[in-house]
Each structure stands twice: as C-alpha cells, then as structure tokens.
T-cell receptor
Framework: GAVVSQHPSRVICKSGTSVKIECRSL??????MFWYRQFPKKSLMLMAT?????????EQGVEKDKFLINHASLTLSTLTVTSAHPEDSSFYIC??????????????FGPGTRLTVL | QKEVEQNSGPLSVPEGAIASLNCTYS??????FFWYRQYSGKSPELIMS????GDKEDGRFTAQLNKASQYVSLLIRDSQPSDSATYLC??????????FGGGTRLMVKP
C-alpha cells in the first residue's frame, strides 16, 4: 500500500512555456500533499504544502505565482511551473501524507519528475 | 528553527558489515521519526518509522531512538552493495510536516 505516482517522469520544454506535473495517491486518501525540488547532490527542499480544497502554503522564497499548486481532491495534486526558465530545471518530487494510527505525518514519495528547460 | 543533522559522509563499509547511520534533532517535542533511502536519481522511499524510545527491527534494519539525547540511528546488518544510497532522517513534531536532514551517503564495498 501507500503508492504515489507522478506524471510525467521526465519533461523537456522551451524557456517561457508552462509545465504541469501531476501527483496521485493511488491506494489511499492523502490528508496533505507536499512538493519538493532537489538539485543534483543536494538535499530535498520543501516548496509548498497543500491540503485538499484549500490554498497551498508556500515556503519562504518560493514564488507562488510561478509555482501554481492545485489540490483538487484527496488523491490528486498538480504543480504548474509557469513561464519556465533554465534555472527552474530540477528534480521535482511530490509526497503524500495519510492518517495512520492517529498520526498524519508519514510521507510517501512519488517517483519524481525531472524537468529540463532549454 | 527545527534542525535535523546528519553526517554527509560518505560512510564506507565492507560488504557484510554493520552500517551505522546517525541523526540528531533539535526540537525536543518531536514525536515521529523516519528513515528514508534515496538512490541516485530516484525519489526517497520509506524504510522505517519509529515513535517510541528503544529499538525497532525490520529485517536487516534496526532503528534506535533516544528522545532524551535527541538522537535516532539506523543500523543495517549484513550490508550489501545494493544498500549503497543516501539515507535521509526525517523528524515530525505533530501535524503533517517533516523536517529532513541533509542525508548520509553510504557506500558498501564488495
């Protein structure tokens, strides 16, 4: 159990275009979904936290108008990178959290999306 | 500011040995502790969770928690080359947020 999928796994786009990444919890209802980015050989960096039906909470320094997050249901969250630039090239990873034994903080990660902006 | 500290490594152990990975955290009210494994170019995968002081064993993995010392560790017995990865320690203080350490890179040499 606790499977999280992400689509696409890899995307190459031109500078100035927008890219949408989907994150789905396949076998459980996620209380909360998280979006991270990771540069090569660097730590995970939390970008934002989203709860179903409410606005995402962005970490300091993350532009909410550039990284649009929609959490339409308990099993789906999307991240749209708007007007992408080469510096947005990174590995984007989502995770989903579910209630278990009264604790809501176990996070299960999707396989990640590697974005390359030319 | 909640902090989770890990030695970045690399930690090198011979095949068959015990690998010991350590993590310290700053928030005394932390309640939940997790170890994730991340292979190069892949996303993290959950190995173990631990919530109470003491040891928790799952196959070749043992998580150890000492809340008084604010210390959590992961032991990997009979290390295999396939265990070579970066191991992330994550700490939760209630709610949905986790604070991740920077990870320890483990290398198991045949």
């Amino acid at each position: 159990g606790a499977v999280v999928s992400q689509h696409p796994s890899r995307v190459i786009c031109k500078s100035g275009t927008s890219v949408k990444i989907e994150c789905r919890s396949l076998d459980f209802q996620a209380t909360t979904m998280f979006w991270y980015r990771q540069f090569p050989k660097k730590s995970l960096m939390l970008m934002a936290t989203s709860n179903e039906g409410s606005k995402a909470t962005y970490e300091q320094g993350v532009e909410k108008d550039k990284f649009l997050i929609n959490h339409a249901s308990l099993t789906l969250s999307t991240l749209t990178v708007t007007s992408a630039h080469p510096e947005d090239s990174s590995f984007y990873i989502c995770s989903a959290s579910r209630l278990r034994e009264g604790r809501a903080d176990t996070q299960y990660f999707g396989p990640g999306t590697r974005l390359t902006v030319l | 500011q909640k902090e989770v500290e890990q030695n970045s490594g690399p930690l090198s152990v011979p095949e068959g040995a015990i690998a010991s990975l350590n993590c310290t955290y700053s928030d005394r009210v932390s309640q939940s502790f997790f170890w994730y494994r991340q292979y190069s170019g892949k996303s993290p995968e959950l190995i173990m969770s631990i919530y109470s002081n003491g040891d928790k064993e799952d196959g070749r993995f043992t998580a150890q928690l000492n809340k008084a010392s604010q210390y959590v560790s992961l032991l990997i017995r009979d290390s295999q080359p396939s265990d070579s990865a970066t191991y992330l320690c994550a700490v939760g203080s209630g709610g949905n947020m986790l604070t991740f350490g920077g990870g320890t890179r483990l290398m198991v040499k045949p």
